[in-house]
C-alpha cells in the first residue's frame, strides 16, 4: 500500500494525495455501496475517530461504528491529515481532499 502526490488538472498547480487502488478497494469492500468517505475534522489533538459512508449520488450510506472507526483509522494511518478540517476520500479513484471549513469547497491536501 502507497500514497503519493501528484499534481491535479492542468497547469492550476493543485496538489492531492493519492492512495493505491488495492487501499480504497480494501475499504470499499469494507463497506458495500459505499462510493466515498468523509473523516471530520479530528478532536484538538488526535486523529479523526470515525467515517461517514456515501453512495455515488452522496447519500449515505449506513454502516456499523466498528467499519466506520476502522475505516477512519486505516485513512489517518496512510495520510498525512490536517486536523483543523474534513476529508474525503473517493474510492474509485484514491484521491484525498481537505474539505474547507467554510463554504463547503473542496481544497487540495497537500503533504
Do not use: K
Not at 76 to 93: K, Q, W
Amino acid at each position: 500500500m502507497s500514497s503519493s502526490i501528484r499534481t491535479a488538472g492542468a497547469g492550476d498547480g493543485r496538489l492531492v494525495a493519492v492512495t493505491s487502488v488495492a487501499f480504497a478497494e480494501i475499504l470499499a469492500r469494507l463497506a458495500p455501496g459505499t462510493a466515498s468517505v468523509v473523516l471530520n475534522s479530528a478532536p484538538e489533538g488526535g486523529l479523526p475517530r470515525t467515517a461517514e459512508a456515501y453512495d455515488a449520488q452522496g447519500r449515505p450510506v449506513p454502516q456499523p461504528l466498528a467499519i466506520r472507526q476502522a475505516i477512519a483509522r486505516w485513512i489517518a494511518t496512510a495520510f498525512p491529515l490536517d486536523r483543523g478540517c474534513a476529508h474525503r476520500l473517493d474510492l474509485a479513484t484514491g484521491e484525498l481532499t481537505a474539505l474547507a471549513a467554510a463554504g463547503g469547497q473542496d481544497l487540495p491536501l497537500a503533504a
